[in-house]
């Protein structure tokens, strides 16, 4: 018998995984050219020819012993100055290595700085719709999840029930800008909206809610849209990020926590990061890459595929008749499903081989998620199958 | 304020901290070449050439999205194969793929099997002398730790102790052999005894107890010493194992998990070690690293400098009166103290510009370990300060 807590995930993963699987058997079935799977949020597109050259150049004339070794659990230090220095000049911040914990991926990150501020029963506010995965973290560590209501306008933050929904226990809010699954960019009036019930609410109750801002999606975003950095408008904000998406790196597990010096108890924070690092397995952020995103800081892979895919479909569906808000960012679409039922409108769609994800997945059931993170020719000829699948439900 | 069960770990980490810059600060001040550092686990000893070759040509000639993007959390298929396989032909096993989970280390792996299998309150056995850092693992996870004491004589297993201190909430032991700190390897007979006991304690209490054997140091074995392989005597029996010594590549987190078909609940314990890789945020082992460790599969670092300093540290310590266990494998040697008290041993110990741990970090007081994965000229170096320090106390 599997432990309790991973008693109920593994009862649930096969479903999970049959899902995951649609695309694929699909492919095989009908021909990979004949099926149209946005299904999965993987990159698309290379990374810059500078990352391999990274790699080589490294693994090939740097020494060895210091490469492959141990570091400090935060990371290297010259790696963190060059990540402080590249956020400094980007967003007119004033960090510096002290306030950059390297981590294998967001994913790492957002579970070591976790494990580091909440204890159980600790309440960890949530924006629906939102990457399932937060609710595994969250429970990691024995959290409460308290959901904030989508707002279906922007989807943006539903303010009113925020602050309604904040206790003495709150100590965690998780926010993800540019969004999955919605690809919405909180505004500027939203954060600051956000940081001022959030620091009144510290005052009343006399504790500390620390803002986790995942971003793994900040540079895939359109229209020169300005993401802005969070921890300028709050003092109690941590920043969450990785290349997973932005240098197409996902499987090499590399990424960054920022924790601004005025962050309460900053000190034993980061030193609690840093141990956290290491009990919880991590160790330290896997080193060849650590030095690779230093060499390739503020380069992407060419990510204007993902803004031409995002205009060719909205305007095809919204011609269609699907209402959607417009992505402001990232790889994903958050359609509204032509029927309540999300579940049973992504199950009819693969009738017109198309694999989408049902809302409910991101606590927001009745819309469907599409990831373009696909060829435009994919996308192109999917069309049709949009079409021919709101058409049957008129 | 950080967590409760962090604030713990921050509060003594400084102590921790300051005794593993020991070694830096006294280089500072004497000079690297007059100071003898054994304090530190790292390897001195740069991977095979095929590491780095293998490396360049994954990055600049196989297809980027597939070397670096997502794939299974279990680990690409055909690198589980080329385990397996490796495995097979080496212990006479027949494991293939599935058998296999390619975890963030030996840390990683632990950490995954530990939140798979147990619960708050299950209890888990220890061997002292043994790395720190499990207590940290089982508290991860709310566990208790129950330690059978050393066994001063062969730093073997206290077999009688072991049967009397499992209870029916017994749920997992972790072994190291090769030891971390003792350098001891556990012989055949040892083995099929332990695994004896727990098949008896198992059918009385009707209870499964996982062993689980943490092997990074396997492959440092002297005199052609043989390291059983543990699921060839106990069913419930689970291998972790990790490159960071064998291949010198610590910083690059990568190593395996080996999971018997014969397990109980074998199915839904691969299952639930997939879903944990992904939700503990490890995702999946780094990806370009899981291919480099299938390219040189089944070859090591030059690892016969270790054997060398062991030969010339236990002749030399031996003859000026230390008692010492002959290390079987590592780079460890776990002398005991002329003294009782380690601490204030090692503390004079740098009197005489000898940089070593004191065994209490290992649950060993009285004891000290010697890490040797150093240059052979140190070692040689030291043996003068050595034989001061015990002179100091005769």
């Known amino acids: 018998m599997v432990s309790d807590k991973m008693a109920k995930l593994v009862a649930g993963s096969s479903i999970i995984r049959a899902m995951f699987q649609d695309g694929k058997i699909m492919a095989e079935k009908y021909g990979k050219e004949n099926v149209y799977d946005f299904s999965l949020g993987n990159p698309s597109i290379v990374p810059p020819p500078t990352v391999k050259e990274a790699i080589a150049d490294l693994a090939l004339n740097s020494p060895e012993m210091e490469l492959h070794g141990y570091m400090s659990n935060e990371g290297y230090d010259d790696v963190r100055q060059t990540v402080a220095e590249y956020i400094n000049k980007t967003y007119g911040t004033d960090y510096s290595a002290k306030n950059i914990i390297m981590t294998v991926g967001a994913a790492g990150g957002l579970n070591v700085a976790l494990k580091s501020l909440i204890n159980p029963g600790d309440e ?9 995965e937060y609710d595994n973290y969250i429970a990691n560590f024995d959290g409460v999840k308290v959901v904030i209501s989508p707002d279906y306008e922007r989807f943006s933050i539903n303010f009113e029930e925020l602050e309604k929904k904040i206790t003495p226990k709150t100590r965690f809010m998780i926010i993800n800008s540019p969004n999955n699954p919605t690809g919405a960019v909180y505004s500027e009036e939203d954060i600051i909206r956000l940081a001022e019930i959030l620091d009144r609410k510290q005052k009343e109750y006399g504790i500390s809610i620390f803002l986790f801002s995942d971003e793994p999606y900040r540079e895939i975003a359109f229209n020169g849209i300005e993401v802005p950095y969070i921890t300028k408008y709050y003092s109690n904000a941590i920043v969450g ?9 996902p499987g090499e597990r590399i990424g960054y926590l920022v924790v601004p010096t005025e962050l309460d108890d900053f000190e034993d924070t980061i030193v609690a990061m840093s141990v956290a690092t ?20 503020g380069q992407t892979s060419d990510l204007k595929v993902y803004e031409e895919n995002k205009e060719i479909l909205y305007k095809a569906l919204t011609e269609y008749g699907y209402e959607c808000v417009e992505p402001g960012g990232t790889f994903y679409m958050f359609p509204k499903c032509p029927i309540p039922d999300d579940k049973e409108f992504c199950a009819k769609a693969k009738d017109f081989r198309l694999v989408i994800v049902p809302g409910s997945g ?17 996308v192109v000829n999917s069309l049709d199958s949009f079409k021919k699948l709101i058409d049957f439900y008129k």
Chains 1, 2 share one sequence.
Do not use: H, W
């Open 241 to 249: 990020y990785s290349y997973s998406k932005s240098l197409s790196l």
């Open 278 to 297: 290491r009990i919880m397995g991590f160790v330290n952020a896997p080193s060849l890459m650590q030095k690779v995103v230093a060499r390739c800081i």
């Open 362 to 378: 991101f606590s927001c059931p009745g819309y469907f998620r599409i990831a373009f993170c696909v060829d435009k020719s994919t």
């Open 124 to 132: 960890v506010l949530l924006v629906a719709p939102y990457f399932g």
